[in-house]
């Protein structure tokens, strides 16, 4: 039987329970903004994450930087697929693009 998770999302599972303690006042602060505001979780989430990550850098900066080198390839290349959603970004992005981002 194939499996149905790629590498990245088996990564993600691992790594995930590890780094909601770096990303816990994104998701306080989202809950707030999205109740006064009427913004979405999700979209909420995203417009704190570049701040909460810079804020929180550094007390994490070698968790990151290791995380980020371990899955960056598969990352880009994962996000290129056919059922990615960069294919209707309104700008092209190619494996280095996605790599830069």
């Known amino acids: ?3 149905r998770h790629p590498p990245l ?3 993600a599972v691992r790594q995930g329970p590890g780094l909601d303690d770096w990303l ?3 998701h306080g602060l989202a ?5 006064r505001r009427n913004v979405a979780q999700g979209a909420a989430n995203a417009i704190l994450l570049p701040q909460v990550m810079a ?3 550094p007390a994490s900066r070698a968790r990151l930087c290791d995380i980020g080198e371990e899955c960056l390839h598969a ?3 994962d996000a290129l697929g056919s059922n990615a ?3 209707t970004n309104p700008r092209s992005v190619t ?3 996605a790599k830069a981002i």
């Open 1 to 3: 039987m194939r499996n």
């Open 85 to 87: 959603n960069c294919v």
């Open 31 to 35: 809950l707030p903004l999205g109740g």
């Open 24 to 26: 816990a006042a994104g």
């Open 55 to 57: 804020y929180n850098l």
């Open 9 to 11: 999302s088996q990564s």
């Open 75 to 77: 990352l880009a290349r």
């Open 95 to 97: 494996e280095a693009d």
